[in-house]
C-alpha cells in the first residue's frame, strides 16, 4: 500500500533536466511541510528542499539556483524541477509527507546523471 507515488526520473547527461513528481493517494491526511530528500550511493539520506502549504521555499546551498520545489495542494502533489544538473546530483530521490495521519515517503525514484 503506497500513499506517497514518485515518478520523473531517470538518465540524463549534465547539464540536462529533469522533474520529479509525487502525488499523494488514498486518505493521507492533511499535510503539512512537503519535502523532497536524497541518497547517494555509500552516503547519508539529505535533505534537498522544502515547502510549506503557503508556498514558502527553502533549498539547499548545493541546489540553490539550480532546482525549485513546488506543489499543487489540489492534486495533493509536490515536484522538483531540477536544471543544470550535475554528477553529483545523482541519487535515489524521495519525496517525505507529514500529516495529521502519519509521516510518509514516496519508493524513492533514481536520478542518474552521466556523460
Known amino acids: 500500500q503506497v500513499q506517497l507515488v514518485e515518478s520523473g526520473g531517470g538518465l540524463v547527461q549534465p547539464g540536462g533536466s529533469l522533474r520529479l513528481s509525487c502525488a499523494a493517494s488514498?486518505?493521507?491526511?492533511?499535510?503539512?511541510?512537503m519535502a523532497w530528500y536524497r541518497q547517494a550511493p555509500g552516503k547519508e539520506r539529505e535533505l534537498v528542499a522544502t515547502?510549506?502549504?503557503?508556498?514558502?521555499?527553502y533549498s539547499a546551498n548545493s541546489v540553490k539556483g539550480r532546482f525549485t520545489i513546488s506543489r499543487d495542494n489540489i492534486k495533493n502533489t509536490v515536484y522538483l524541477q531540477m536544471n543544470s544538473l550535475k554528477v553529483d546530483d545523482t541519487a535515489v530521490y524521495y519525496c517525505?509527507?507529514?500529516?495529521?495521519?502519519?509521516?510518509?515517503w514516496g519508493q524513492g525514484t533514481q536520478v542518474t546523471v552521466s556523460s
Open positions: 517525505n509527507a507529514p500529516t495529521t495521519l502519519g509521516n510518509y
Open positions: 515547502i510549506t502549504r503557503t508556498g514558502s521555499t
Open positions: 488514498g486518505s493521507i491526511g492533511i499535510i503539512g511541510t
